[in-house]
């Protein structure tokens, strides 16, 4: 069973930017379509972004359309979430997610998605 670990996460002041970066622990997540979500404290689990298998396709939580990019380096086993203009309601713990299933869709629900990381907290402050 593949295994995903986040890095990047931290405390940065509103207008900021971070990268997060999402290691798989085996070749096989160059098959997987990837995704990162999020939750902040009090709220549920939230869509944030996606990525096909082959990078050929994104798709993005309106929220963060024109600040966040997507990207997968299959060569390194990794995907990567660059977050530019950042804001206090961006602050969350963020986790990166794999789907064997919708591999080509780069789908934004939750249940498509069957490997889950243990989440990188990101603060932004005002």
């Known amino acids: 069973q593949v295994q995903l670990v986040e890095s990047g996460g931290g405390l940065v002041q509103a207008g900021g930017s971070l990268r997060l970066s999402c290691a798989a622990s085996?070749?096989?997540?160059?098959?997987?379509?990837m995704g990162w979500f999020r939750q902040a404290p009090g709220k549920e689990r939230e869509f944030v972004a996606a990525i096909t298998w082959n990078g050929g396709r994104t798709n993005y939580a309106d929220s963060v359309k024109g600040r966040f990019t997507i990207s997968r380096g299959n060569a390194h086993n990794t995907v990567y979430l660059q977050m530019n203009s950042l804001r206090p309601e961006d602050t969350a713990v963020y986790y990166c997610?794999?789907?064997?299933?919708?591999?080509?869709?780069?789908?934004?629900?939750?249940?498509?998605?069957?490997?889950w990381g243990q989440g990188t907290q990101v603060t932004v402050s005002s």
């Open positions: 997610a794999g789907s064997e299933r919708w591999r080509t869709s780069a789908t934004s629900q939750n249940r498509d998605y069957d490997y």
């Open positions: 085996q070749r096989t997540f160059v098959t997987y379509g």
